[in-house]
Nanobody, 128 residues
């Protein structure tokens, strides 16, 4: 059974930085894709960044140049480094994993529908 546990959220000032982590365990996927998604109150869950087993990455236009996704397979941990934070980055951030998905699916419209395994989320609040 796949398990995903996010950590590292909290409050930040606009312009500041935060790093989110997602510890994952369970089945070994080949051709996996992992992603960070976020959801603000009253809004759809949207893809923020994705990474696959070959190291390919994708980013939503709203975070390009500010966020960096990476993973450490030895530690079974996914990261999201967030810099130059903006109030509109606030929301609950979730990590997800699925086999045989592409990184483009993470940031596509309704991309969350293509992922079946999710963490419980961690809250990020950015104040101006």
């Amino acid at each position: 059974q796949v398990q995903l546990v996010e950590s590292g959220g909290g409050s930040a000032q606009a312009g500041g930085s935060q790093t989110l982590s997602c510890a994952f365990s369970g089945d070994n996927y080949s051709g996996y894709c992992m992603g960070w998604f976020r959801q603000a109150p009253g809004k759809e869950r949207e893809g923020v960044a994705g990474i696959d087993s070959d190291g390919m990455t994708s980013y939503a236009d709203s975070v390009k140049g500010r966020f960096t996704i990476s993973n450490d397979n030895a530690r079974m941990t996914l990261y999201l480094q967030m810099n130059s934070l903006k109030p509109e980055d606030s929301g609950t951030y979730y990590c997800a994993i699925e086999g045989f998905r592409t990184v483009r699916m993470v940031v596509a419209i309704n991309g969350a529908n293509d992922f079946g395994y999710w963490g419980r989320g961690t809250q990020v609040t950015v104040s101006s």
